[in-house]
């Protein structure tokens, strides 16, 4: 692709310049806010944005649901919906999405109708989200605008019939790379799931497929090597519960932690990146501080990361952790923090957790008993270290491949974000040398 022939000043910074003989137009030159309340009550499908589509929610009853829909707004085919709320706590979600349906979505978006292509609108707001315009319009702690506050942006406006042009190339290339994406995505997935029945059986089975076998007695466990045991977390484990957030104590008593929330906690590592600290008396302190070696698991949130383990390395001094959080202290001379490792990430495990968590909405949680009555498959010491020794190997490998894939991905999205804006801007002209015809 090339550029157009000629080009002029947009009047616009982030624009710089456009074709000669496109417009620079505000958008409430070209664009309406819409909002029709559901009062009707109408039973129409409930839409929802996700990942920068419209989709329709299939399950209802699942996730942060209303006690009814009459709150809720109706929008029609068209209908561009942004998502401009809690924009300083949130500069990675995609905020706009098309509609393609008829349905209702919550109120707190704003709908809006245009006069020209939509298809073509919502590309020039995508590559405006994407280049993170919206940000710089929030006010307020949370950062939440509406309409007024975007109405005056300016968009590049070509004629309608190069705005079809624009939008049938687009919607070609993008279809081509979402397949490219949904293939490697696809690779990643195998790959996980290759590296997890290698996980499950080493840690249940071992690493001898020959070896005699013997009922481990636990439903979800199955069968044992004869030379293993089967022992309850509280056995093998001390359980430490985390700090309450909330207490006040008197200043002068108090001295200032770091401590680490849910969100430092990640399946496989500790994340650093932005550390919380708290004022608590000294002695308080010190019943909540992790030691190297400490196996520190999630209480609660999304299903999938229920229980999701990580070990402490002392990265910080004196360093807490919330209640939200258990760090759990393994009897080296039965279990090797090592091992106990993949045992979390086992499927047993996962399934364990998940059977006995408390579930509100999309939400899971467990608690201290739950946790401490989770059975091991305990080999010797010695079998122990040959497991973690080959897993390591075998993670390795996995993960490697996996990051190269997601490298792809990456570079895939990162083309896909930059064809859309070059194209719906004017810096390439996608029509000249595409056996595109206009009209």
Same mark, same amino acid.
């Given at each position: ?31 309406? =806010? ?66 393609? @349906? ?5 109120? &707190? ?36 605008? *509406?309409? &007024? ?17 624009? /939008? ?48 481990? *007695?636990?439903?979800?466990? *199955? ?19 985390? /700090? ?10 108090? @001295? ?6 849910? &969100? ?36 609660? *949130? ?24 258990? &760090? ?6 039965? /279990? ?43 080999? @010797?010491?010695?079998?122990? =270290? ?54």
């Amino acid at each position: 692709m090339r550029a157009y022939d000629e080009y002029k000043d947009s009047g616009y910074d982030w624009l710089e310049k456009i074709p000669a003989h496109w417009k620079c137009l505000y958008l409430f030159q070209i664009c309406h =806010e819409q909002y029709k309340k559901n009062s009707s009550k109408e039973e129409l499908p409930v839409l929802s944005l996700s990942y920068g589509k419209i989709i329709i929610k299939r399950n209802i009853n699942f996730g942060l649901t209303p006690n009814d829909y009459s709150t809720y707004q109706v929008v029609t085919k068209g209908n561009i919906i942004l998502r401009l709320t809690d924009l300083q706590n949130d500069q990675k979600s995609l905020r706009t999405g098309l509609v393609k @349906s008829h349905g209702i979505i919550t109120s &707190a978006y704003t709908c809006i109708s245009t006069y020209c292509n939509p298809d073509f609108i919502h590309y020039i707001l995508h590559a405006y989200d994407c280049h993170k315009i919206f940000y710089g319009f929030g006010g307020g702690v949370r950062q939440s605008i *509406g309409y &007024a506050q975007i109405k005056n942006i300016k968009l590049p406006v070509p004629p309608s019939e190069e705005q079809d042009a624009i /939008v049938r190339f687009l919607d070609a290339k993008c279809a081509k790379i979402d397949r490219l994406i949904k293939l490697k995505e696809r690779q990643i997935a195998l790959l996980n799931e290759k590296k997890q029945l290698i996980i499950n059986q080493a840690v249940t089975r071992g690493l001898d497929p020959n070896v005699p076998m013997k009922d481990s *007695g636990v439903d979800w466990i *199955g069968e044992i090597p004869e030379g293993w045991e089967v022992s309850k977390l509280k056995y093998i484990g001390v359980i430490q519960t985390g /700090v309450t957030l909330g207490k006040d104590y008197p200043k002068e008593t108090t @001295s200032e932690y770091p401590y680490l929330c849910v &969100a430092n906690v990640q399946d496989g590592y500790i994340d650093l990146k932005k550390i919380k600290f708290i004022n608590l008396p000294p002695k308080e302190a010190q019943r909540y501080f992790l030691q190297k070696g400490d196996i520190l698991m999630t209480e609660g *949130g999304d299903p999938d990361k229920l229980g999701r383990g990580s070990v402490w390395n002392n990265e910080i001094a004196h360093c807490l952790h919330q209640n939200h959080i258990f &760090a759990v202290r393994m009897d080296q001379n039965k /279990v090797l923090i090592s091992f106990f490792r993949f045992v979390l990430q086992a499927q047993y495990c996962k399934e364990y957790f998940l059977l006995s968590a408390k579930q509100t909405t999309n939400l899971a949680s467990t608690n201290k008993t739950t946790l401490s009555n989770l059975y091991v498959a305990i080999p @010797s010491l010695d079998e122990q =270290e040959k497991i973690v020794e080959q897993l390591d190997k075998v993670v390795a490998i996995y993960k490697k491949q996996i990051k190269i894939i997601e490298k792809e991905i990456l570079t895939l999205r990162e083309y896909k974000t930059k064809i859309i804006s070059d194209c719906v801007t004017g810096k390439l002209n996608c029509i000249a040398d595409n056996d595109i015809t206009i009209g």
